[in-house]
């Protein structure tokens, strides 16, 4: 017997609490001994240990037998899982019987345990190709965590039963044993897992995950001295909080609390590094943590409410996310990747930038605030609905938390350069593919340059791209040059998204294709601008040999020179790399 089973079964035998007889089925008898389990059956001991007394999760069905190799089913399964994080579960009732791999989906999403969607050759079964791509990650996820083995020659066989001895396997692999009362010392190897209200863990050890179960409801745990190997799983705990104190330093948590706020308290002298929320999880953060992952949609986190609390970094990938900034709280810096993200807090202090990369529907209303957006971004507002910045555009609020209408080019955008490197795809004469530097084009004449994925291509500002003809010449006189596009496809839709007045300091694409049509037909095409108020500038030479000291610029609304589509001959003017 290893020292970690002795510490589980001595354990087992001090826990005060037992669990409620309204948890049993109604025709079931817990056994210490059944017929049908010898004790030299594989599954001897984890049926012993997870069918009688206080671990009793899964009992036998009254009449001395157990039914160790009967197909689990779904009711059951979901009844021994609430079991072990401590929920009231309500009787036991008949339903389909589970595969392997449904059962593989139901444990990892109960117990949080990390999916696995993309396993190496070495960590594949040999029939990885009949295991479903809906359960794939999470079969891959208990077998990175040892949990489930092959059934011999590495086969998982996903659409095989699974069985009531394989779940106490599985309990038997993952689980050191159940926090019903205060601890303090020990070592657990596997998951430790607290079920009430109340729980004190002082200078305990888990090599696992310490999973803080549904069953504390909300009440309270508190954490004293306690190390944690893998994760703290947060699923239960309210405003009277879960508890760090006394130098308990946690690497990764997760919160997943949903209803009512759980309140995580971290007291000087302890520390979480990587705290990440799950989707509808309500957090409440007092203390220090170095960084928030909130992954998961529709979470709501709420930082420094009422004492002193700050966040160093914060990453939201999770839509429909609400983070607020309460008046002790202090936020370092923030990445939004996600659409309809809020980020509140009238008296919340935001001391780095706000990066929006990606997403729409983006509110920011904390003071004093940097807001970068990037490219791939949609517009950034204030709780009252004025822009900060748009696509391309940095800005800021102001003490109140509003738009202070200030946004200037940031100069760069996600996956796309500067506007110093901008390059002119284009096709030659002979239809040969090239491309050249705005700052070093001879001219933009449309004879010569044309998109480049579209060959013999022109728009005609009616129904689109039309072919030439043989005959057919592309002449300058004949087409006017209406501006930029970001792809050749947009190129093609002739979709403009810098027009021939845009400055070329605000292009944040990396490559822009010139798009030209028929003469007069510029109310066909279709012009996406980001400026709201039409002053685009261009900037120009005079001649295409002409020495950049004689570089000028133009508004649209100037009076000393009006541009217009017509003004801007290709033969004359293009685009300067800064």
């Known amino acids: 017997m290893t020292k970690t089973k002795t510490i589980k079964r001595l354990f087992a035998l001090v826990l005060a609490v037992v669990m409620a007889a309204a948890l049993l089925p109604a025709t079931t008898l817990a056994a210490s001994t059944y017929t049908d389990v010898k004790e ?11 069918s009688t007394g206080t671990n009793a999760i899964l009992e036998g069905y009254g009449n001395g037998l157990f039914g160790p190799n009967d197909a689990i089913k779904s009711a059951d399964l979901n009844i021994i899982l609430q079991r072990i994080l401590g929920e009231t579960t309500s009787v036991w009732s008949d339903s389909a019987s589970l595969t392997r791999e449904e059962a593989a989906k139901l444990i990892c999403e109960a117990l949080k345990i990390e999916t696995v969607a993309s396993p190496t050759t070495s960590q594949k079964f040999a029939d990885d190709s009949s295991i479903s791509s809906s ?14 083995q092959g059934q011999g020659n590495n086969i998982f066989a996903p659409k095989s039963k699974f069985t009531r001895a394989e779940v106490l396997q599985i309990v038997y692999n993952c689980i050191s044993g159940f926090a019903d009362s205060s601890i303090s010392g020990g070592t657990y190897d596997q998951d430790l897992v607290v079920r009430r209200s109340g729980v004190t863990l002082t200078n305990v050890t888990v090599r696992g995950d310490l999973i803080i179960g549904q069953g504390v409801g909300s009440g309270d745990v508190t954490l004293d001295g306690v190390s944690v190997s893998k994760r703290l799983i947060i699923l239960g705990g309210g405003s009277n909080s879960v ?25 000087s002298g302890s520390s979480i590094t990587n705290l990440t929320t799950l989707a509808s999880s309500n957090t409440i953060i007092t203390g220090s943590v170095t960084s928030i992952d909130a992954s998961g949609a529709n979470s709501t986190i709420s930082i420094g409410a009422n004492s002193s609390s700050s966040v160093s970094a914060l990453t939201v990938t999770g839509a429909g996310t609400t983070v607020t900034i309460g008046s002790y709280g202090t936020l370092g810096s923030g990445t939004i990747s996600a659409n309809n993200v809020s980020l509140l807090g009238t008296s919340g202090t935001v001391t780095g ?51 202070n209408d200030d946004a200037t080019s940031s100069g760069g955008s996600s996956g796309s ?17 090239s491309s050249k530097s705005s700052g070093t084009l001879s001219s933009l004449s449309p004879s010569s340059y044309y998109p480049k994925a579209t060959s013999n291509h022109y728009w005609d500002g009616d129904d689109g791209y039309a072919t030439l003809e043989n005959d057919e010449k592309f002449s300058a006189q004949d087409y006017d040059f209406y501006g930029w596009a970001t792809s050749a496809t947009k190129a093609k839709n002739g979709e403009v998204n810098y027009e021939s007045g845009t400055s070329v300091s605000y292009v944040d694409y990396s490559s822009l294709y010139a798009v030209w049509g028929p003469e ?14 039409d002053v685009l500038t261009l900037y120009y030479r005079a001649s295409s040999t002409a020495s950049s000291t004689t570089e000028q610029t133009a508004s649209s609304s100037s009076t000393s020179r009006k541009l217009s589509y017509y003004d801007l001959d290709p033969d004359d003017y293009y685009p300067l790399s800064t």
């Open 135 to 148: 359960y794939r990650e999470y079969v891959y996820g208990l077998k990175a965590r040892g949990y489930v």
């Open 40 to 50: 030299k059956d594989w599954f001897y001991t984890p049926v012993t240990e997870w």
């Open 353 to 403: 930038t706000i990066t929006v990369s990606v997403g729409t529907g983006v509110i920011v209303g904390t003071p004093n605030t940097t807001v970068k957006v990037l490219t791939n971004a949609g517009t950034v507002k204030d709780r009252s609905g004025n822009t900060i910045a748009s696509a391309g555009y940095t800005g800021t609020t102001d003490g109140s938390g509003y738009s």
């Open 417 to 433: 350069s500067s506007s110093g490197s901008v390059t002119l795809y284009y096709r030659d004469k002979n239809d040969a593919t």
């Open 520 to 533: 007069d037909a510029e109310d066909e095409v279709y012009y996406n601008l980001y400026d709201d108020d």
């Open 243 to 267: 508890t760090l104190t006394g130098s308990t330093r946690i690497s990764n948590a997760v919160s997943g609390k949903t209803g009512t706020a759980v309140h995580i308290r971290v007291l």
